[in-house]
């Protein structure tokens, strides 16, 4: 029998699962899938490391309104069905806020989940579907080892002034910071870095992850020194559905001028509003990349327009930049967004190779270019395995 590991990455509607050996996650995944269109009409898909599909719309007779809780006790259920001589042993969960206590992975008991509850107010669109499978899996396995891993870790190295608001004191005393999320991606590039930028690594380096969620990291030494997010996943580049960086009397407007409620606003800012509410059609981008509409031509040049000024914000912080690596959906994969990202920032010296770029090489820099362009695939659940594994009884630390 070989012991597993079970990886959780729970989204606002889909839970992405990886199942690593206990002994040695960075071997790689034993396999993998998701489970996607929660709430709506759920779809599952298994795949073996090579991608073949082991299995598809395996959860059988499934109400279309089942929410993360109940699927992921029917994971744990088609997992035991098919275990294939494995043990399950322990269970990884991205939890995305940890506010200021936690500052990396933390085994899970009920003071734990007391104190990640309180941040629900915070992450709305993710915590609580995070929050959900930890809840299932301790129903179906009691007493299972669990460990919370954590989006906002990774920026705790960042300096003061990089996570202070210009509010009162009393506020940033009571935690009114800049958090900064998607610290999982982060940190798994950061381990990347020196297989393909050698010295050049430890140097003046920004990520951009480009997903539904997006958001950018400037490191020194690989560790996260500015981010574009802040207190919440709200803040920073225009995203799927989501605004980014908006001005607070925007809010106030909606609020006195509109008179919008807490609910309404909320579902203005996180669930209709970024590429979908730009377009009107879709926070799709190759859906929007293959329209005619110019509303969605333009949703992708606003896209593409925020994150080259972001960026530039970001250089500021280094002081400089000597590489830019793009991950995720949109940016492991849209030659368009990063072309046009990139075009904008000819001022620091950035020169794409445009066959390189369109063929989504690892370098799409051009040997002229002073900074290195790299594409590198993200990783977060290999990272929450090899956390999870670390914290498991009898580990050293």
């Not at 941040?119 to 930890?134: D, F, I, K, R, Y």
């Not at 506020?171 to 800049?178: H, P, V």
Request: charged residues 20%; glycine residues 12%; hydrophobic residues 40%.
């Amino acid at each position: 029998m070989t012991d597993t590991i079970l990886v959780f990455n729970a989204g606002s509607s889909s839970i992405k699962f990886a199942l690593f050996p206990a002994s040695d996650p960075g071997a790689g995944a034993l396999l993998g899938g998701k489970i996607s269109g929660i709430g709506r009409a759920p779809d599952f898909i298994v795949r073996d490391p090579t991608g073949r599909v082991l299995e598809e719309d395996g959860l059988e007779a499934i109400d279309p309104g089942a929410g993360h809780g109940e699927l992921t006790i029917r994971l744990l259920e088609w997992l035991r069905d098919n275990d294939g001589g494995t043990t399950l042993v322990a269970a990884g969960h991205r939890v995305v806020h940890g506010g200021r206590r936690f500052s990396g992975p933390v085994v899970i008991d009920p003071d734990v989940m007391d104190q990640l509850e309180e941040l629900t107010s915070l992450a709305p669109l993710h915590q609580p579907h995070n929050l959900a499978a930890v809840k299932a899996v301790s129903q179906w396995a009691p007493g299972l080892h669990q460990v919370a891993c954590f989006d906002t870790g990774f920026h705790r190295t960042q300096p003061r002034l990089a996570q202070l608001f210009a509010l009162p004191r009393k506020l940033s005393d009571e935690g009114i910071l800049r958090y900064g999320f998607h610290g999982l991606s982060y940190e798994y590039i950061a381990g990347q870095l020196p297989d393909h930028l050698g010295p050049r690594a430890d140097g003046r380096v920004v990520i951009a992850h480009l997903g539904n969620g997006a958001s950018m990291c400037a490191m020194k030494e690989r560790h996260s020194v500015a981010t574009t997010m802040g207190f919440t996943a709200l803040d920073g580049l225009v995203m799927g559905r989501r605004c980014g960086a908006l001005d607070p009397g925007v809010v106030l407007h909606l609020q006195q001028s509109l008179d919008m409620s807490h609910d309404e606003i909320q579902q203005l800012l996180y669930r209709e509003s970024g590429l979908l509410g730009v377009s009107g059609i879709s926070n799709n981008m190759q859906v929007l990349q293959e329209s005619s509409e110019p509303h969605a031509g333009e949703a992708i040049d606003l896209f593409c327009y925020r994150a080259a000024c972001e960026l530039g914000a970001l250089v500021a912080a280094l002081e400089g930049l000597d590489a830019l690596v793009f991950t995720a959906g949109i940016g492991e994969n849209s030659a368009k967004v990063r072309r046009q990202i990139c075009k904008r920032l000819g001022w620091l010296g950035v020169v794409l190779d445009d066959t390189a770029n369109n063929e989504n090489r690892t370098t799409i820099s051009g040997p002229h270019s002073k900074v290195q362009v790299l594409v590198i695939p993200t990783n977060e659940e290999l990272v929450i395995g090899q956390s999870t594994r670390a914290l498991m009884p009898g580990q050293p630390g």
